[in-house]
């Protein structure tokens, strides 16, 4: 409601758009009432009708490959001299944990691609684009581990070898995963530290350590990769004190 109010659309989807996007411009093109078509929001009168959003439950077959053509793909080039193109790509969607501060963009639930078609849809763009590297832009890339390795391995295999880089959490991982992870090409990848204070991690619900947290930067470190790290401020009971701490916790981690 919130969207419709302030900005200048005709209907938004409120959940995954595969489903219903194409009957819903369909729709709206030939000026169809909308009541029928579930998964959206539109304007009613002086109001809005808001309905459940839809879910995907097969990536494979209901995420078509983007129409890249439709793209002109030197915006997405970094303002650097070398001009880098950098793709993303979604491997999964959803996260299952349950942080309190996050609204996940798809969801608690999880659903992922095979590898095979992961790794097609890679090969499509980068055959096409030949970009420098590319963002796996998963909530949470290493959910399912044997689909992490399966996807290196298969990774290597195609020949590809452009560099890469993933988001995840602190006790999803450990030092033999990143290795493989590093092995395969990953050279980077972003943790969501959030806070250096264990009353703050409790807070917010996170089900990590401090402990944990200076130990998945350090194994990262230790295999050759990057470390990125998301912190999140102004939790209700943050004070000085906590904001300290976590200073504390990324001066020790060395970030």
Same mark, same amino acid.
């Given at each position: 409601e919130i969207f419709l109010k302030y900005i200048d659309a005709d209907a938004v989807c409120t959940g995954c758009g595969e489903p219903v996007v194409n009957e819903l411009v369909? $729709?709206?093109?030939?000026?169809?009432?909308?009541?029928n078509l579930g998964g959206i929001?539109?304007? @009613? $009168?002086?109001?809005?009708? #808001?309905?459940? $959003?839809?879910? #995907?439950?097969?990536?494979?077959? @209901? #995420?078509?490959?983007?129409?890249?053509? =439709?793209?002109?793909?030197?915006?997405?080039?970094?303002?650097?001299?070398?001009?880098? =193109? @950098? =793709?993303?790509?979604?491997?999964?969607?959803?996260?299952p944990f349950n942080c309190a501060f996050c609204s996940p963009g798809f969801g608690r639930g999880y659903i992922k691609h095979s590898v095979d078609n992961f790794i097609e849809r890679v090969a499509f763009a980068v055959e096409?684009?030949?970009?420098?590297?590319?963002?796996?832009?998963?909530?949470?890339f290493t959910a399912n581990n044997k689909w992490v390795i399966e996807f290196c391995e298969k990774y290597r295999q195609s020949g590809m070898g452009l560099p890469w880089m993933v988001a995840s959490r602190v006790n999803t991982v450990d030092k033999e995963l990143l290795s493989v992870m590093k092995d395969a090409g990953c050279y980077q990848i972003g943790y969501g530290i959030e806070s250096g204070s264990p009353v703050i991690l409790k807070e917010i619900n996170k089900k990590v350590t401090v402990e944990q947290n200076l130990r998945a930067m350090q194994i990262t470190k230790e295999v050759g990769m990057e470390v990125g790290v998301c912190i999140l401020l102004g939790a209700p009971s943050e004070t000085e004190e906590t904001i300290e701490e976590t200073k504390s916790m990324l001066i020790e981690a060395d970030i």
């Open positions: 369909d $729709g709206l093109l030939h000026k169809r009432p909308l009541d929001a539109y304007r @009613e $009168g002086n109001g809005f009708v #808001v309905k459940p $959003g839809l879910r #995907v439950n097969d990536m494979d077959k @209901e #995420v078509p490959i983007p129409p890249y053509d =439709l793209l002109n793909m030197d915006r997405y080039r970094r303002d650097d001299k070398k001009r880098t =193109l @950098e =793709l993303a790509f979604n491997s999964s969607r959803g996260c096409k684009y030949s970009p420098d590297l590319f963002r796996i832009t998963d909530e949470l």
